[in-house]
C-alpha cells in the first residue's frame, strides 16, 4: 500500500517530539519532497519481520535504528510497543541473564517514551540492562535508556539533546494576502487550537508551553533517578545540546567511552553470573524442599 505524502500530511505528525532538531527538520523536508517514504516503507517491512531480538551467551541483544515512533509507522525506524514487547520477553526468558540495547537514533515523539523508560527500569530490576550508543543516542532514545544499568558510548558518538519541542505555524497572514480568512468555530477557547490558517493567539501558544514543560520535567525525573543526577548536574546537560562522547563522560551522561563488543563482553559476564546464580539458588531450593 503507498501513500501520498503531502506538507500537510507531514504537518499532521508534528506534535511533541523529543528529537534532535536537526534531523527534526531534516526529515520534515524528505518528506515534503517525497524522499522518505520508500525508504522508510523498506525499514518498516524488515523491522516488522524480525525477530524481537537475538540471544548471544546469555545475552537479549535487542536494536534501536532510527526515528523512534509509539507503533509501525509510516515513517519508519523504531517502533517502542515493539522494543516494550522486546523487553518483556526478555526479562522473563529463562535462557536470558542480562539484556543489551544498543541504538543509533535521533529520539522521536513523546507518545510511547515514557512507557519504554518504565519498562526498561522494571526489565533492569529483574536482571541487568546496558545500553550502548552508536553515533546518535539522543532526546527520546536517552530518555529511554536513562534507568539502564550503565549506559556506554562508542567514540564520537553524540549523547543528550535532552528537551521537548513543539512545531507550530501560523499561515493566517499568508491566507490573508491570498484573500482566505479561517474560522473556527468551537466549544471552547482551546477546542479547535492551531487549525491550520487559523491565528494562534498567545494562550494558545501558552497552554503548548506549559504541555512541553510538563513533559520535560517528567523526562528530567527519570534522567536524573536513573544516572543519580541532582538539579544542577540535570540542569548542565538538559539546554538541548548533544555531547560529544568524552563531554557526555565528564558529564554523567554515560558511563563509558568504548566499542559495542566491549559493552557486550560486559554483558555477558554479567549474564553468566546472573545465570549461575539463578542456578544456584534453584539448587539450593530443591535441596531444601528435599529435607
Known amino acids: 500500500m503507498t501513500h501520498e505524502w503531502t506538507a500537510e500530511c507531514a504537518a499532521n505528525h508534528l506534535g511533541l517530539w523529543l528529537a534532535r532538531e536537526t534531523w527534526l527538520t531534516s526529515a520534515v523536508e ?17 523491522g516488522t519481520n524480525a525477530p524481537l531480538y537475538t540471544i548471544e551467551n546469555g545475552v537479549a541483544a535487542i536494536s534501536m535504528n532510527g526515528p523512534m515512533m509509539k507503533g509501525e509507522s509510516k515513517f519508519g525506524g523504531v ?28 529520539g522521536g515523539t513523546v507518545a510511547g517514551t515514557a512507557a519504554l523508560a518504565d519498562d526498561l527500569r522494571r526489565a533492569n530490576g529483574m536482571k541487568p540492562v546496558l545500553s550502548h550508543i552508536n553515533d546518535m543516542g539522543a532526546s527520546a532514545f536517552y530518555w529511554a535508556v536513562s534507568g539502564a544499568h550503565s549506559i556506554s558510548a562508542s567514540p564520537t558518538s553524540f549523547v543528550g539533546s535532552i ?4 512545531v507550530v505555524e501560523d499561515r ?4 490573508e494576502k491570498r484573500g482566505i480568512e479561517v474560522h473556527v468555530i468551537s466549544t471552547g477557547p482551546h477546542k479547535g487550537a492551531f487549525m491550520d490558517g487559523a491565528p494562534v493567539p498567545d494562550h494558545h501558544l501558552e497552554e503548548l508551553q506549559n504541555e512541553v514543560n510538563l513533559i520535560h520535567e517528567r523526562f528530567g525525573a527519570d534522567v536524573k533517578s536513573g544516572r543519580g543526577m541532582d538539579d544542577k548536574q540535570f540542569d548542565r546537560v538538559a539546554d538541548g545540546r548533544v555531547f560529544i562522547d568524552s563531554q557526555a563522560l565528564e558529564l554523567g551522561l554515560i558511563d563509558h567511552v568504548r566499542s559495542q563488543d566491549d559493552t557486550m563482553a560486559e554483558a555477558q559476564a554479567l549474564a553468566g553470573k546472573f545465570l549461575r546464580d539463578k542456578a544456584m539458588r534453584s539448587r539450593r531450593q530443591r535441596q531444601a524442599r528435599a529435607i
Open 30 to 46: 524528505l518528506v515534503k519532497a517525497g524522499a522518505y517514504p520508500m525508504a522508510a516503507q523498506t525499514v518498516r517491512e524488515e
Open 163 to 166: 528537551g521537548v519541542v513543539a
Open 172 to 175: 493566517s497572514k499568508m491566507l
Open 79 to 106: 517502533s517502542t510497543v515493539r522494543v516494550r514487547r522486546a523487553l518483556r520477553d526478555a526479562a522473563a526468558n529463562d535462557k536470558v541473564g542480562a539484556i543489551l540495547i544498543s541504538g543509533d537514533s535521533p
